[in-house]
T-cell receptor, first 116, second 114 residues
């Protein structure tokens, strides 16, 4: 079974600084997607960024970028120029499809605090 | 465009009762997903519906069930409530059933079992 691990329950960063959130996963599949979701205190979960396993190039969305290391099964999220609005729970998620259906796995989350 | 909506926002039940949670997907989305988020834990996948059919189910007992209506809205039913069912239940929808489709989440229903 697939697993997703986020080893940092809590992180903090100074406003305008850069922070990296870690995520590792375990799978035997070759085709899958990885996602980072953000859940602010208001609870609405939103997609931050996604990466297809077959793509070598790391995904980037404005201040958010990932470091995808397929062989190491690592998928870290880098937030540059951190803003107060970045404070939230961040979940790393894995999704794939095999002969038995689709697999959905979320990590336990990392709570990010942004210090003014 | 309206996002995913869920009702009620909060629900308080006692052990042994039944709870019904509702979800309306984004217009045009055919897939609806249900997740349980217990305090301090990540999201645990519960159920996935697409085009009115149950497509996949997470590792939960049969007392967790649901359905999807012709208008693609969905209902999650939890029978014989137990204390450990207390959690935030999130619904998400996506356009189509491909595994790379982005999921859009609702605000959740907070279920408390006393």
């Amino acid at each position: 079974a697939q697993t997703v691990t986020q080893s940092q329950p809590e992180m903090s960063v100074q406003e305008a600084e850069t922070v990296t959130l870690s995520c590792t996963y375990d799978t035997s599949e070759s085709d899958y997607y990885l996602f980072w979701y953000k859940q602010p205190p208001s609870r609405q979960m939103i997609l931050v960024i996604r990466q297809e396993a077959y793509k070598q190039q790391n995904a980037t969305e404005n201040r958010f970028s990932v470091n995808f290391q397929k062989a190491a099964k690592s998928f870290s999220l880098k937030i540059s120029d951190s803003q107060l609005g970045d404070a939230a729970m961040y979940f790393c998620a894995y999704r794939s499809e095999d002969n038995y259906g689709q697999n959905f796995v979320f990590g336990p989350g990392t709570r990010l605090s942004v210090l003014p | 465009e309206a996002g995913v909506t869920q009702s009620p926002t909060h629900l308080i039940k006692t052990r042994g009762q039944q709870a019904t949670l509702r979800c309306s997907p984004i217009s045009g989305h055919t897939s609806v997903y249900w997740y349980q988020q217990a305090l301090g834990l990540g999201l645990q996948f519960l159920l996935w519906y697409d085009e009115g059919e149950e497509r996949n189910r997470g590792n939960f007992p049969p007392r967790f069930s649901g359905r999807q209506f012709p208008n693609y809205s969905s209902e999650l039913n939890v029978n014989a409530l137990e204390l450990e069912d207390s959690a935030l239940y999130l619904c998400a929808s996506s356009l189509g059933d491909r595994f790379y489709n982005e999921q859009f989440f609702g605000p959740g229903t907070r279920l408390t079992v006393l």
